[in-house]
């Protein structure tokens, strides 16, 4: 087989089942395919534009900033919010693209709520995390130092990498979700800091739930009763 058959059958095996769901459901409603991906994305948007306002920024705040250092209750108050509250120290574009492509691919594969339930497990780890480290400390290979308490945590991000994985998973993309893990590990390496930590934490809690679900899945085949041959 040549190399540039190989490629094919690989790209025909890896992503050839999301690209035929994901191109179909678009033929079919154009953008209206993933309506809640847009409306995520027009949310981020306008957080965006308020939170810059003088009048805006304590509003936003208010609704979406989940701090290490905030009261447990407060911070899971925030965190569903949190997640389309752009960071301020990224550009907004990165944001709502991620948004745009990976929620939407999600929304046509898995459905809206499926799509909203691993995003928020997988930003609900990631702020889980960052507690953990903090009481772990410094020293620890898994801790943080005490500043990271003051780091404002939100974004799409930790939802975004939570997803791919997901999606990946149920599409059998296997080593696409091996190279996001991959790709997240390396970043730390890169660049350590809370929010690499926290991808990887989010990663960690999708792995997790794809575990559970897998397991489940198996354990309601094997209690089907056998149908019964017709004589």
């Given at each position: 087989m040549t190399l540039h058959g190989y490629v094919r059958r690989f790209a025909g095996r890896e992503w050839g089942p999301l690209y035929r769901t994901v191109r179909a459901a678009l033929v079919r409603h154009r953008l209206w395919a993933a309506p809640m991906t847009l409306g995520a994305v027009c949310l981020t948007l306008v957080f965006q534009i308020v939170q810059n306002q003088s009048w805006g920024y304590g509003f936003v705040?208010?609704?979406?900033s989940v701090k290490a250092c905030d009261p447990v209750w407060l911070a899971l108050l925030?965190?569903?919010?949190?997640?389309?509250?752009?960071?301020?120290?990224?550009?907004?574009?990165?944001?709502?693209?991620?948004?745009?492509?990976v929620f939407g691919i999600a929304e046509i594969c898995v459905g809206w709520w499926r799509t909203l339930l691993v995003g928020y497990v997988a930003t609900l780890a990631g702020t889980t995390y960052a507690r953990v480290g903090l009481a772990l400390g410094p020293d620890h290979p898994l801790g943080l130092p005490a500043s990271d308490r003051l780091i404002v945590d939100t974004g799409p991000s930790a939802a975004v990498v939570g997803l791919s994985?997901?999606?990946?998973?149920?599409?059998?993309?296997?080593?696409?979700a091996a190279a996001v893990v991959l790709l997240m590990a390396v970043e730390l390496l890169v660049k350590d800091n809370l929010a690499g930590k926290e991808h990887l934490a989010a990663i960690a809690a999708v792995v997790l739930l794809c575990v559970v679900l897998s397991a489940a899945g198996n354990r309601h085949r094997r209690g089907r009763p056998l149908r019964a041959h017709p004589s």
């Amino acid at each position: 087989m040549t190399l540039h058959g190989y490629v094919r059958r690989f790209a025909g095996r890896e992503w050839g089942p999301l690209y035929r769901t994901v191109r179909a459901a678009l033929v079919r409603h154009r953008l209206w395919a993933a309506p809640m991906t847009l409306g995520a994305v027009c949310l981020t948007l306008v957080f965006q534009i308020v939170q810059n306002q003088s009048w805006g920024y304590g509003f936003v705040q208010g609704l979406g900033s989940v701090k290490a250092c905030d009261p447990v209750w407060l911070a899971l108050l925030r965190t569903p919010l949190s997640l389309f509250v752009p960071a301020l120290d990224l550009p907004v574009w990165g944001a709502l693209a991620q948004m745009l492509l990976v929620f939407g691919i999600a929304e046509i594969c898995v459905g809206w709520w499926r799509t909203l339930l691993v995003g928020y497990v997988a930003t609900l780890a990631g702020t889980t995390y960052a507690r953990v480290g903090l009481a772990l400390g410094p020293d620890h290979p898994l801790g943080l130092p005490a500043s990271d308490r003051l780091i404002v945590d939100t974004g799409p991000s930790a939802a975004v990498v939570g997803l791919s994985v997901y999606v990946c998973w149920r599409y059998a993309a296997y080593v696409t979700a091996a190279a996001v893990v991959l790709l997240m590990a390396v970043e730390l390496l890169v660049k350590d800091n809370l929010a690499g930590k926290e991808h990887l934490a989010a990663i960690a809690a999708v792995v997790l739930l794809c575990v559970v679900l897998s397991a489940a899945g198996n354990r309601h085949r094997r209690g089907r009763p056998l149908r019964a041959h017709p004589s």
